[in-house]
C-alpha cells in the first residue's frame, strides 16, 4: 500500500500540526541574515528586537492581552511547569493547596506529583461523564489555603471544553488564582483573558500551526512570577537565556494567522468533525463518542469501539496511510489505559477500543469518508478474528 505523503491522510493534528507556509517564510530571515542576539546595542540587533516586539504583540493580542504579560517559553510542557510551580512557590505563605481536575495533560498533573512531594496538598477534581468539570465540585474543592486552581481550556484526548469563566469565578471568590493550560484551544476557539478570569494561561507554538519548541506561558500583570531559569536578564529577567528568535518570530505569526482565521476555520472544521462524528456513529456498530456532541473543541473527535484492541486499529489504520491516534501522543505506546476515559467512568475494557481523530481546516471530507470506510472495514475484520477465536 502506498503511503507517500500525497495518500497520507493526517488526522493527529492535537498531537502536532504542520508549520503554516507563511510562518515558515516569516522566520526564514532571522534563521539567516538576520542573526543578531536581540540583546545587543548595536543597530543590527534592532531588526531582531523589532520581530520579537511584534510577536509578543501578536501572542498577546490573540487571548485580549498585554504584550508585557506574555513570556516565551519552550512549549507548552514548560509554561505548565512553570505557572503551577511560580504559583506555588510565590503564594506559599498563603496556602499550599492547589486544585486540578483529573484529566489535565501530564505536564500538569506530574507537576502536581511534584509539588506534593515538596509539601504541598493537590486535590484532583472529577469531571461528568462528559469530561466537564461540575462548577458545584470546584466550590466544594476550595479553601482558605487554596493558592491555585488549573483547569485546562479544552482536553487534548476527548476535546471536551471547560466553563473557564465559572470556574475562575469560584476560584477568585476564595483568593485562589487561576490557569489554564490553553495549549489545545489557544488559536482554536475564540479566548479572552479578561472575560474568562484568566491569571495564568499556557500555549503552544506547533500546536496552532507554528513551529516546535516555542511557547508562551501568559501572567497577568503585578502578579509574583519566579524565575524559571536564572542566567541573563531576558523576558524581564524570568527566564534567562538567549532568545529563540525564529521559534518566537513563527509563535507571533501563526497566533496572527489564526486569530484573523478563526471564524471561518471554526466553521469549517465544526462541520467537518460533526460529518465524522456522524458516520462513524451510523456506520459503525458499538461505536461511542467520547466527549460531549456540540461543546468541543471544532476539530476534535474521540470513539471507543467495543470488543476492540485499539492499538490493533492504529497500527492497521497507519498501513492504510491513516495517522490517528488512540488518546495523547503522549502515552501512546503505553498499555495503561487513558487516566482521562477512566475518569469519565469508562471501564479499563471500555477505554481500550479507543480512536482518536483530530483533522484541520486542510483535511477534506473526502478524507473523512475514506477513514470511516476503513476504519468499519478493520473493526468488522478485528471483531471476527475475536469471535473467531
Ligand atoms: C501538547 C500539549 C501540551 C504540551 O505541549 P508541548 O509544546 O508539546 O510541550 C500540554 N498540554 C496540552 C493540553 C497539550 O495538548
Given at each position: 500500500m502506498e503511503t507517500d505523503r500525497n495518500h497520507r491522510i493526517y488526522l493527529d493534528h492535537a498531537a502536532t500540526m504542520r508549520m503554516k507556509e507563511e510562518v515558515l517564510q516569516e522566520m526564514l530571515p532571522y534563521l539567516r541574515e538576520s542573526y543578531a542576539n536581540p540583546s545587543a546595542i548595536y543597530g543590527f540587533a534592532g531588526e531582531a528586537k523589532r520581530a520579537v516586539r511584534l510577536a509578543r504583540e501578536q501572542a498577546a493580542a490573540l487571548i485580549g492581552a498585554k504584550p508585557t504579560e506574555i513570556f516565551f517559553t519552550g512549549g507548552g510542557t514548560e509554561s505548565d511547569n512553570w505557572a503551577l510551580r511560580s504559583v506555588a512557590e510565590s503564594y506559599a505563605e498563603r496556602g499550599k493547596h492547589i486544585v486540578v481536575s483529573a484529566i489535565e495533560h501530564h505536564a500538569v498533573l506530574h507537576t502536581c506529583k511534584y509539588l506534593e512531594k515538596q509539601g504541598y496538598a493537590v486535590t484532583y477534581l472529577p469531571v461528568d461523564a462528559e469530561?466537564?468539570?461540575?462548577?458545584?465540585?470546584?466550590?466544594?474543592?476550595?479553601?482558605?489555603?487554596?493558592?491555585?486552581?488549573?483547569?485546562?481550556?479544552?482536553?487534548?484526548?476527548?476535546?471536551?471544553?471547560?466553563?473557564?469563566?465559572?470556574?475562575?469565578?469560584?476560584?477568585?471568590?476564595?483568593?485562589?488564582?487561576?490557569?489554564?493550560?490553553?495549549?489545545?484551544?489557544?488559536?482554536?476557539?475564540?479566548?479572552?483573558?479578561?472575560?474568562?478570569?484568566?491569571?495564568?494561561?499556557?500555549?503552544?507554538?506547533?500546536?496552532?500551526?507554528?513551529?516546535?519548541?516555542?511557547?508562551?506561558?501568559?501572567?497577568?500583570?503585578?502578579?509574583?512570577?519566579?524565575?524559571?531559569?536564572?542566567?541573563?536578564?531576558?523576558?524581564?529577567?524570568?527566564?534567562?537565556?538567549?532568545?529563540?528568535?525564529?521559534?518566537?518570530?513563527?509563535?507571533?505569526?501563526?497566533?496572527?494567522?489564526?486569530?484573523?482565521?478563526?471564524?471561518?476555520?471554526?466553521?469549517?472544521?465544526?462541520a467537518l468533525r460533526d460529518h465524522l462524528i456522524d458516520s462513524v456513529l451510523i456506520k459503525i456498530p458499538h461505536s461511542r463518542l467520547n466527549g460531549p456532541k456540540r461543546d468541543r473543541l471544532p476539530g476534535s473527535a474521540h470513539f471507543c469501539f467495543r470488543d476492540i484492541e485499539g492499538e490493533s486499529l492504529l497500527i492497521l489504520l497507519d498501513q492504510k496511510g491513516i495517522c490517528a491516534?488512540?488518546?495523547?501522543?503522549?502515552?501512546?505506546?503505553?498499555?495503561?489505559?487513558?487516566?482521562?476515559?477512566?475518569?469519565?467512568?469508562?471501564?479499563?475494557?471500555?477505554?481500550?477500543?479507543?480512536?482518536?481523530?483530530?483533522?484541520?481546516?486542510?483535511?477534506?471530507?473526502?478524507?473523512?469518508?475514506?477513514?470511516?470506510?476503513?476504519?468499519?472495514?478493520?473493526?468488522?475484520?478485528?471483531?471476527?478474528?475475536?469471535?473467531?477465536?
Open positions: 469530561g466537564k468539570v461540575l462548577p458545584e465540585t470546584l466550590e466544594k474543592a476550595v479553601r482558605p489555603d487554596t493558592v491555585l486552581v488549573s483547569i485546562m481550556a479544552a482536553n487534548n484526548e476527548i476535546g471536551t471544553l471547560e466553563p473557564l469563566a465559572q470556574l475562575s469565578a469560584i476560584a477568585h471568590g476564595q483568593g485562589a488564582l487561576f490557569h489554564t493550560d490553553a495549549v489545545q484551544a489557544y488559536g482554536h476557539i475564540p479566548l479572552s483573558v479578561e472575560e474568562l478570569g484568566i491569571d495564568l494561561l499556557s500555549a503552544s507554538g506547533h500546536k496552532l500551526g507554528g513551529p516546535k519548541g516555542v511557547g508562551i506561558l501568559y501572567c497577568r500583570e503585578n502578579l509574583r512570577l519566579s524565575p524559571l531559569l536564572h542566567g541573563g536578564a531576558q523576558e524581564r529577567g524570568r527566564r534567562a537565556g538567549t532568545l529563540n528568535v525564529p521559534g518566537i518570530v513563527g509563535f507571533g505569526k501563526a497566533a496572527a494567522l489564526a486569530g484573523e482565521t478563526l471564524e471561518q476555520r471554526m466553521e469549517r472544521e465544526c491516534s488512540g488518546g495523547s501522543a503522549c502515552t501512546s505506546g503505553a498499555s495503561d489505559p487513558s487516566h482521562v476515559l477512566l475518569a469519565i467512568g469508562l471501564s479499563y475494557e471500555e477505554a481500550r477500543g479507543s480512536l482518536r481523530l483530530t483533522l484541520s481546516e486542510e483535511n477534506t471530507l473526502e478524507e473523512l469518508d475514506r477513514t470511516v470506510e476503513a476504519v468499519r472495514e478493520i473493526v468488522e475484520r478485528l471483531r471476527g478474528m475475536k469471535a473467531g477465536m
